[in-house]
């Protein structure tokens, strides 16, 4: 069975047995893991710890990582399960030449689950391809980070109560940024949503994303950033990916295009919030951080109860990979 025939797009539950793209997912597969998100937050932590009791997962980091690795490492711990893994590839047997599909037919027999980040666009895919237990896309190159889309719509749904209708702004890099890429796919499944795509021309949206959302949202697409500020619920900001960039005098260019300061809430909504998936470099200062705008940390504390509901609800599915 192909994983399209398992992923529920036309069912309701959720029956996904990898989380690799957002465009697997249905509007059912997004709504059930933002409800079971919110079913983690209440659970008490001695029923949360028997959910992955005797189970292990596989968190194989082949890029840096903060918030997605620790995130799904205490989430993995809070459901009473084991890690193994690596955070650096440099310490696994990568360094000596091992391939990434060597290295998954090795830990799938170690792991129930494996969480993976490589940057390799289509390594997720080609891992669950191959791979009979669950594959979790921590992020693969510029491509994709699934799990960061379901925990911003879950940071969305919290603060305004709904997604539908929303007007959100996306700001920085649009290009290499793999979380506004998987977002901008997401909105689709929303009503109403309006999206403002704000980049240097060198940093736009890439085309193949905008003809597969076009149909389902207004989008403007802009250079200015004051000109659209009243109109926004939400301005999503992104870092400058320089470590994609192929020449570092195009990252000069362009490494300070917008810079948040709390001047841009004298033309904002009241209800206005700025998210912001994290690290952030220099594009949001630090005079935000208190203001009510600010709710990237809040955003990134929600990756727990959200990575909790992903690993809850695949270590249950039975995979029927041929290999
Ligand atoms: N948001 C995010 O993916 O952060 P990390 O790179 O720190 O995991």
């Known amino acids: 069975l192909s994983q399209k025939k398992l992923s529920g797009k036309d069912g309701a539950g ?35 710890a028997k959910i992955l009791e005797n189970r292990v997962v596989g968190v194989l980091f082949f890029e840096p990582s903060t918030r997605t690795r620790i995130s799904f490492e205490t989430a ?10 690596f955070a650096d ?29 490589h940057w390799i666009e289509g390594a997720a895919k080609r891992a669950a391809e191959i791979s009979p237990k669950p594959i979790i896309n921590a992020g693969d190159g510029a491509n994709q980070h699934p799990t ?14 709904k997604i539908d209708g929303i007007s959100i702004g996306m700001v920085g890099d649009l290009k290499y940024g793999r979380t506004v890429h998987s977002l901008a796919k997401a909105l689709t499944h929303f009503k109403g949503v309006k999206l403002y795509l704000v980049a240097p021309e060198s940093l736009k949206m890439p085309k193949y994303i905008i003809n597969e959302i076009k149909e389902s949202m207004q989008i403007v697409e802009t250079e200015e950033l ?12 992104t870092r400058i990916q320089k470590e994609r960039f192929g020449d570092p005098v195009e990252y000069e260019k362009v490494k300070d295009s917008y810079i948040l300061g709390k001047e841009i809430l ?58």
């Open 14 to 48: 959720f029956l996904l047995t990898d989380v690799v793209s957002i465009s697997d997912f249905s509007k059912q597969d997004i709504e059930f893991i933002l409800e079971k998100a919110g079913e983690m937050e209440k659970m008490k932590p001695a029923k949360k």
């Open 76 to 85: 993995i711990q809070n459901l009473g399960g084991h890690v193994v893994g």
């Open 89 to 117: 590839p440099n310490i696994s047997s990568a360094k000596k030449g091992e391939t990434t599909s060597d290295t998954i037919q090795i830990i799938e027999n170690y792991a129930d689950i494996i969480v993976m980040r």
């Open 148 to 161: 960061q889309t379901l925990l911003d719509l879950y940071t969305i749904k919290k603060e305004f109560g």
């Open 226 to 237: 004051e000109e659209i500020l009243p109109e926004l619920d939400v301005l999503y900001s």
């Open 266 to 323: 004298e033309h904002t909504k009241k209800v206005f919030r700025i998210m912001h998936p994290l690290p952030r470099i220099n594009e949001i200062k630090h005079e935000l951080d208190e203001t009510p705008a600010a709710l990237y940390f809040k955003q990134a504390a929600n990756g727990i109860p959200v990575r909790e509901a992903l690993l809850a609800t695949l270590i249950k599915k039975q995979k029927p990979v041929k290999k």
